[in-house]
């Protein structure tokens, strides 16, 4: 399972070239760069915690279109889904040659609960909003995240999300909400697998 997730995130990160979180369209026209993904930068972000292994923060996303698909089923089932919608996910993009500016996303518009089926949209992000067959338009808005990194896989982040959700610290002063917002890094491990081993998470800061 591994591998054949692995394996789709290469496809999504050759379409994507870059890391999405970087400025590549300086210097360049408009009309022929992607707009970033994610980006923030117009100042340092806020570390809210930091240790040897994680780090969180606030950061300010721009508005993203993701194309793809929303599934009901529980958290852990996460990985079976990817391998299943990212082929379509694909096709429809290059079917509507639609510019893709990321690697996908995983949406969790509900809060993630083990006992019972979470509703769950997985996602590319592209240039432009537009229609496919068979697939659905999510835009992310723009705004203030709390940006959490560290060590995690598709569908075994539950404890994270939630101590997240239940967070109390003196310098956040916000609550993290809904849609909480999932990206992973391929990496390879001693046998040179490509494995998913590094999350982003991304949480709405509200009041």
């Known amino acids: 399972m591994r591998k054949t997730i692995g394996i789709l995130l290469s496809v999504c990160l050759f379409w994507a070239c870059n890391s999405p979180s970087e400025d590549q369209s300086k210097g ?25 292994h994680t780090l969180t923060d606030k950061i300010a996303l721009q508005s993203m279109h993701l194309l793809g698909k929303e599934v009901q089923c529980r958290y852990a089932e996460t990985p079976e889904r990817l391998k299943e919608l990212l082929p379509g996910i694909m096709q429809a993009i290059s079917d509507s040659k639609a510019v ?9 518009t509900e809060t ?33 995240y709390l940006r959490r990194q560290c060590a995690a896989e598709p569908g075994k ?51």
Do not use: C, W
Not at 167 to 173: C, D, E, R, V, Y
């Open 112 to 144: 993630p609960d083990a006992s019972k089926p979470t509703r769950i949209f997985i996602g590319i992000p592209i240039q432009k909003p537009l229609k496919a067959n068979g697939m659905n338009l999510y835009t992310i808005p723009a705004g203030k």
């Open 157 to 207: 982040s539950l404890s994270v999300h939630q101590g997240m959700m239940t967070m109390s610290n003196g310098k956040l002063k916000q609550k993290a909400g809904l849609p909480i917002i999932e990206k992973y890094a391929e990496t390879r491990n001693d046998e040179m697998t490509s494995v998913i081993s590094k999350a982003t998470f991304y949480y709405t800061l509200t009041q």
């Open 100 to 108: 893709i500016t990321g690697s996908y996303h995983i949406v969790l």
């Open 28 to 52: 360049k026209d408009s009309s022929q760069t992607a707009k970033p993904a994610d980006t923030v930068n117009t100042q340092q972000p806020e570390v809210v915690q930091a240790d040897e």
